[in-house]
């Protein structure tokens, strides 16, 4: 009886779906405390810092926007050039600054506040993110934490017009997210995850423009997988 041909065997490579690499569960929840209750007492004091006397004062203080009407300083904010000795078009920032002025005036606390619990949100971010990517959770704490306390990331938190770092920092982490589920979304889901990501995108560079290199970050996490 003649020999029959061997078959050979295929190797078949999964996708690595690292946008599923670790569900929820109640150790993560356990990190995002350790990461709130270390933000908190480490910035505990900026709550009660004021204004710096030098962009705040200007941009804040000084700024004309803060006293006009709400459909006056909306457009003015919206139109470029239209913000006295503003520079850079950063509309989403100052939109989140308006906000919070009609609800709780222009109080140095009150905008101090606002950007510790941003810079919370991002460091939650980034520890969620670290945690994906790596597919183990001690990776993610150990990233977020010295993202956390990193002596860096203290100009843009008790700075008031750091606003734009801290605000444009969670709309570009959010936008990574965003990526990194699309990456894993199957056709149907497809069109609308992809509409969040270009949303996300758009509000990151109406916040701070120099976040315009997030696209090569995003080009960076498709050539990890």
Not at 112 to 127: E, G, K, R
Request: aromatic share 10%; with cysteine; glycine share 6%.
């Amino acid at each position: 009886m003649p020999a029959q041909p061997s078959k050979s065997k295929r190797t078949i490579t999964q996708p690595i779906t690292i946008g599923r690499a670790k569900r929820w569960n109640r150790n993560d929840t356990h990190a995002l405390v350790v990461i709130w209750l270390l933000g908190l007492l480490i910035f505990r004091p900026a709550f009660g810092y004021p204004f710096v006397n030098w962009d705040d004062v200007i941009f804040m203080q000084q700024n004309p926007i803060f006293t006009m009407s709400p459909g006056d300083a909306l457009q003015a904010i919206f139109t470029p050039g239209a913000v006295p000795k503003e520079m850079i078009y950063i509309p989403l920032t100052y939109l989140s600054l308006l906000l919070e002025s009609w609800t709780f005036g222009l109080s140095a606390g009150s905008v101090h506040a606002i950007n510790i619990v941003l810079h919370l949100i991002n460091a939650s971010l980034v520890y969620r993110l670290a945690t994906k990517l790596s597919g183990e959770r001690w990776v993610g704490l150990l990233v977020a934490l010295p993202f956390l306390f990193h002596p860096l990331q203290t100009e843009a938190v008790v700075w008031a017009m750091g606003r734009k770092d801290v605000l444009g920092t969670c709309l570009a982490l959010g936008t990574l997210h965003q990526w990194i589920k699309l990456l894993d979304e199957n056709q149907a889901e497809f069109q609308g995850r992809a509409t969040k990501v270009v949303l996300c995108f758009i509000g990151v560079v109406l916040a701070k423009p120099t976040f315009l290199i997030l696209p090569v970050l995003l080009a960076l996490v498709e050539l990890y997988r």
